[in-house]
């Protein structure tokens, strides 16, 4: 590729908002990994539809690569741009386009947040349930991108069941308007579910419909203790079978102990090794009568060993602030985050074979485990020894995450549930997906970005 | 192509099931649409995995097209077998090959019948919930081709969210096993999703894991009467704010008519333009309450002119024959078939101007109305009067269907909600999907099928 001149992209589109400081560029350039050197070429930020076809139309002219970027939150190095790419961001495009109370549908600018998207579902007597920790910085384009999973799956699903309707700009420089909020469409290759978890490596997500649904019901939350992963998995059938579960998340002693030094609240006098925040409908009496037979029954049968239930919204708070202040608690250690799923059925032998892996294999590092044991998803942090040197340590990690895989692909695992595959995970992706897969994929990459301009190296070579 | 020769194909497997004699080529040649004349070269039956690999590698050698084939019961003639291809049947396949509690997950081979599939899951205390009345025949592995929709969509949606992992063999007849159950994997293109909808031209379905659910609730029928399209779309409106619905399919009382005549008990004394069949949750007294609340809401509104409640299952059994039994009862009458969608917000302008322009354009032919309101999904069946030959008959519904096709356009709506694109639909699929749309499809198409050899001439050309 020839050296790209801004200029040209500037006489393109003037009024195309464009930064190239080096604060910019490094801000820009990275996502939550932090592992590799932002430097991308600039970055622009376009108000529109036109300006973003502008803008790929630009880059297959001047053989400019471009990196699509949303909150730039992800955990696997999907909106990193170390190569002189142009940074795509959609921050400016972040706009409710509109609301239909019979379709129940919110037309929204893809750089929306989370956060922005389910306040204005709520604004409408509705809700849109996809839910997860990063919802203030993280936005609905990269949720696309990922088919970003969370802390509502077992309930709700993924990102996937809630795009009604997709607007995209391919790597063509094509406008897709997809499925248009449809219930029913039986048209041909549903290319909407193409877009959904491609990382933005087929085209850039400009706009989405989500779908609404009604609101939660009333819901009460629990704190339960317990000694070990079988446990974890007894109590999740036991509520899941008796109560309605809107969440179940689990976490370790080591996590909890990490929340606590950050400035969480304690739950219990006596430590556990495993805990659970688990969030259950409470429309009445029985609710309330069940989930406490429910505990008396694991405390009996073993698979409890002590819980707490929210007396008030603020002690709920508290409790979820246990599971979901994990992330942010563990950042300073520069975790190397798994991300792994399975059928449920398998996580049993997995979970014995990874812990004696892991307990082998990294003698000398913390790993945290938590996750939403109801979808199959773990989340195992290994944590770098304030000592070791970053690269050493990635390299060890590489190292033990190949043994993953291998357990992984035994026991038909994904080695990425919702952080996606970008640059921290494809090594590893032959695990999951057969080498004929992923020629397929190479393929449908090509039809849809003939240049192979759209996020380049990211997700498969 | 050269004249295929089935004794190659016989020496490639000879344990492989090959029929072609005249009455099985043309039973196997054919769907519902009965409109093509069908001429396979021969019907294969394969019962495994590695048959249907085998018949692949022999057809891309010798040439020979394919068509995958399951119950037949498309009405788009998406399994039409008329150019001297291989009809590939999945009769054969049809088992169940596991069940997995802990997972909710019936891992089927792709021939099994729907029917099949809900009563194993029903054995297993769960529910498959994709329904319609052609359950008994339909396959699981047509079911995928089509993303059927059917009379659970309201509550349930489409064939897409139970699909939870999918076998197939693509056109260069390589096996890919997708998702594996997993309820989260973001790992790269979903291609399972590409299949679902595919209708046979990117390979052969052959095994899927279907996600299973809670049975559904106790539920009552309750079939209503009303005096136009703004009266059902109310009655819907209003009925899916107060119960939980299950159901809601209407029809007009030409439907009616027929069914009555073919057997169907007559509801009430005086005849109504519009009905529906509502089928609700009924847990207990409040239910019974808010169902009667509303009806009398809906005399007083005008929506509702008449109604009556199932008193016994045989009574909601026979108020469901007048919905399910439609279309049977217009077999007779040769009906060409439109399947058209829209969001349930266009409805209404949609179903004023679609009314007037069938009026104006079918002066002399009987056309009836039936289905999915909720789902915003329309059938509109025009009989062909007995003295018209069945050519003429269709250029004059394929004339009307353009304009049918540009109203669609025009409020956005799509040609197939379910029925799917086959060859019936293939000439006004560019009002629903934009050229270049269509031409990435033809793109996705060639990297899954890089001979041609997958259900040539359907879909897409």
Redesign the interface.
């Known amino acids: 590729m020839s050296l790209p001149n801004l200029d040209t992209l500037r006489d393109a589109l003037p009024g195309l908002r464009l930064l190239s400081d080096a604060n910019d560029l490094a801000h820009y350039g990275r996502d939550w990994t932090r592992r590799w050197t932002p430097a991308p070429f600039a970055i622009a930020l376009p108000a529109s539809v036109d300006e973003v076809v502008g803008i790929v139309r630009w880059a297959r002219e001047a053989r400019v690569a471009l990196v699509p970027s949303g909150g730039r939150t992800g955990l696997s190095g999907g909106a990193v741009a170390a190569n002189g790419e142009l940074v795509v961001s959609l921050e400016r495009m972040n706009r409710v386009i509109g609301f239909?109370p019979?379709?129940r549908?919110l037309h929204v600018q893809a750089g929306i947040t989370l956060q922005a998207a389910q306040d204005a579902a709520r604004d409408h007597g509705l809700q849109y349930p996809v839910d997860f920790a990063a919802r203030g910085s993280c936005t609905i384009g990269g949720n696309i991108n990922?088919?970003a999973?969370g802390i509502r799956?077992l309930r709700y699903g993924?990102t996937?069941?809630w795009i009604a309707g997709l607007t995209v700009v391919?790597g063509a420089g094509?406008?897709?308007?997809?499925n248009?909020?449809?219930?029913?469409?039986?048209?041909?290759?549903?290319?909407r579910?193409?877009f959904?978890?491609?990382?933005g490596t087929?085209g850039i997500v400009v706009e989405a419909m989500l779908s609404l649904t009604e609101p939660p019901p009333p819901t009460q939350v629990m704190l339960l203790a317990m000694p070990d992963f079988d446990a974890v998995l007894a109590a999740f059938?036991a509520l899941r079978a008796g109560l309605r579960l809107e969440a179940f998340e689990f976490f370790t002693a080591r996590a909890l102990a990490h929340v606590v030094a950050h400035g969480g609240q304690r739950p219990f006098a006596e430590d556990y090794a495993f805990y659970a925040v688990v969030e259950y409908a409470h429309e009445g009496e029985a609710d309330e009568t069940a989930a406490l037979a429910l505990f008396e029954q694991g405390m009996t049968e073993g698979w409890a060993l002590d819980g707490v239930i929210a007396g008030s919204e603020a002690q709920a708070a508290q409790l979820w602030r246990l599971r979901e202040g994990i992330t942010e608690s563990l950042a300073s250690h520069t975790p190397y985050k798994n991300d792994v799923?399975?059928?449920?059925?398998a996580l049993p032998a997995f979970l014995h074979e990874a812990e004696a892996l892991l307990a082998a294999e990294y003698p000398h590092f913390e790993v945290v485990w938590f996750g939403?044991i109801g979808?199959?998803?773990l989340h195992i942090n290994v944590l770098k020894p304030a000592d070791l040197a970053a690269a050493d340590f990635v390299r060890d990690c590489e190292r033990v995450t190949r043994l993953l895989a291998d357990l992984l692909a035994k026991h038909?695992?994904?080695?990425?549930?919702?952080?996606?595959?970008g640059l921290v995970?494809k090594p590893y992706?032959q695990g999951?997906?057969?080498a004929?897969?992923?020629a397929?994929?190479r393929?449908?990459?090509?039809?849809?970005d003939p240049d192979g301009l759209m996020n380049p190296g990211k997700?498969?070579d």
Do not use: C, F, P
């Not at 094509?174 to 997809?178: G, K, M, N, T």
């Not at 959904?196 to 990382?199: A, F």
């Open positions: 239909d019979v379709d549908l990922t088919n999973g799956v993924n996937r069941e391919t094509e406008v897709l308007r997809l248009n909020g449809l219930v029913k469409n039986s048209s041909g290759y549903d290319l579910q193409l959904i978890g491609s990382e087929l059938a799923s399975l059928r449920i059925s939403h979808d199959g998803n038909g695992g994904s080695i990425s549930a919702e952080h996606g595959i995970k992706l999951t997906r057969s004929e897969e992923i397929l994929m393929g449908i990459r090509q039809v849809l997700l498969i």
